[in-house]
């Protein structure tokens, strides 16, 4: 509504917008979100929690400020390395909002540590954590074998390494058996086909040493032998396992888990030259082509999935279920807590009962309680019997008084009851008349008689 001032100036005021809370949150959650889609931020680690979907929630600080930060799963299994409370690292990731909250976050999508490189720390974390473990103890290495009937080999059927290995076995003994498990030994794929062949040889239990066998590199290509899954399934071999990557100077986890390191593939197939193994030539070019074969198509589909995971509808929807699935954490995390807490009380509950009951004699009160019992019965007896008696004589003295007010006890001095023909008792002679049949009970027996005369007015 338009007003004019004194000077004679019109003026509208400016409409007033009100939003709702969810609005404004999601109004800024976008405009941040389109600001800061891909921002670095370096800082310290604190209060990380690692959830059991595998989310992980923690905080970015600085000496002046702090952040929330998460990384779901999906970026999170991709470290190479543990995060920690108190490391310093440099994250990249995407600003937003958390809209239950209000509260400011940024999801990370990649993090590495400054400083040292992640690749040693990782190293260094997961040698420490296994040696604790006692994976390295040398109580539990097993025995090689002093004459292996046959060997198997996990390593790239194209590397130099194998052909170091079936050049000396050749050399220094033609009629060695050898049954070849090809993998990749370096990227991502490296651990996972590695342990397939570990575990393979032990479901098969066709070979009596394994040999995992890899040529030198940097540290990054022999990143793929630091793997913790890789490391338990040498650990929990049955059958003796022999390392050998890389050079003499390298050292992996792998080296510290096996049964027996080798400084490099040619040593490998020195220590274990007595063994023997036959392996068909069409066997090996099967597992090759199947090998090939089977990289191709993952790789086909891995490229296929990476397009379909850059649409825009499917980062949407990712981003829709993150943060279901962050406020689905953080309601667990408040159940758990709470659960927590009346676990607490009903424990120290328990706790004071406990204490009270082992101060409370239980046996003495039994006794007192069983003494006032025994008390009792023996008066309830003894008043039961004393009313039975009493209640004995007066039944005694009713059944006198009854037995002398009976007819039948009148009988006895030699009276007699009369009835009618009807069995009627007769009381008054008019009641008859002269021929009715009569009966008479005495006090032993009855008779039956004919009235012949009757006299009323006789007493």
């Known amino acids: 509504m338009a007003s004019t001032d004194q000077l004679g100036f019109s003026f509208r005021p400016p409409d007033r917008r009100v939003w709702t809370v969810r609005d ?68 990249r990731g995407r600003v937003t909002i958390y809209e239950d909250r209000g509260q400011l976050q940024i999801s990370a999508e990649y993090l590495e ?24 103890d040398a109580s539990r290495k097993k025995a090689i074998p002093s004459l292996p009937r046959r060997i198997g080999i996990v390593t790239s059927p194209q590397g130099a390494a194998l052909r170091d290995i079936l050049n000396i076995l050749q050399r220094r003994h033609h009629t060695a058996n050898i049954l070849i498990f090809p993998s990749q030994v370096q990227g991502d794929a490296a651990p996972v086909e590695v342990t397939a062949g570990i575990r393979y040889f032990n479901k098969a239990a066709n070979v009596d040493v394994i040999i995992v066998a890899r040529g030198g590199g940097s540290s990054e290509d022999l990143a793929a032998f630091n793997h913790e899954g890789l490391a ?24 510290f888990v096996a049964d027996l390191r080798a400084a490099t593939p040619s040593a490998a197939a020195e220590l274990v030259i007595r063994s023997r193994q036959d392996i068909e030539e069409q066997s090996a070019e099967l597992h090759l082509r199947l090998a090939r074969a089977m990289r191709y198509r993952l790789l086909m589909g891995r490229q296929t999935l990476t397009e379909l995971a850059q649409h825009g509808a499917f980062a949407r929807m990712m981003d829709l279920i993150n943060q279901r699935q962050q406020k689905l954490d953080d ?73 002398a007010l009976s007819p039948l006890a009148i009988l ?6 009369v009835f009618d023909s009807a069995g009627k008792l007769l009381k008054d002679s008019t009641a008859v008349a002269a021929g009715n049949e009569i009966s008479a009970r005495l006090s032993r027996g009855t008779l039956t008689a004919i009235v012949k005369t009757t006299n009323p007015d006789a007493t």
Not at 114 to 136: R, T
Not at 333 to 351: F, G, N, P
């Open 113 to 136: 540590p400054k400083g040292a490189g992640a690749l040693q720390i990782a190293f260094e974390q997961l040698k420490a954590k296994l040696e604790a473990e006692g994976l390295f």
């Open 331 to 403: 309601l667990t995390y408040r159940i758990e807590k709470s659960e927590r807490r009346l676990l607490e009380l009903h424990r120290r509950r328990w706790e004071s009962a406990a204490a009270a009951v082992r101060h409370y004699d239980v046996r003495r009160v039994l006794a007192g309680i069983r003494k006032e019992l025994d008390s009792h019965v023996a008066a309830m007896i003894a008043a039961t019997r004393n009313q039975l008696l009493q209640q004995r004589a007066h039944l005694d003295r009713v059944t006198r008084q009854i037995e």
């Open 232 to 255: 338990r399934a040498i650990a929990s071999s049955l059958i003796p396992v022999i390392s050998a990557v890389g050079h003499e100077t390298d050292f992996t986890i792998i080296d």
């Open 24 to 91: 404004l949150v999601a109004t800024v959650r976008t405009h941040i979100e389109r600001e800061y889609g891909d921002t670095w931020v370096e800082g310290e680690i604190s209060n990380l929690r690692a959830h059991d979907s595998g989310h992980l929630y923690f905080t970015l600080k600085d000496q002046n400020s702090q952040l929330s930060a998460v990384m779901f799963r999906s970026q999170a299994k991709l470290l190479r390395f543990r995060p920690e409370n108190g490391m310093q690292v440099l994250l």
């Open 412 to 417: 006895d001095r030699g009276y007699a009851l």
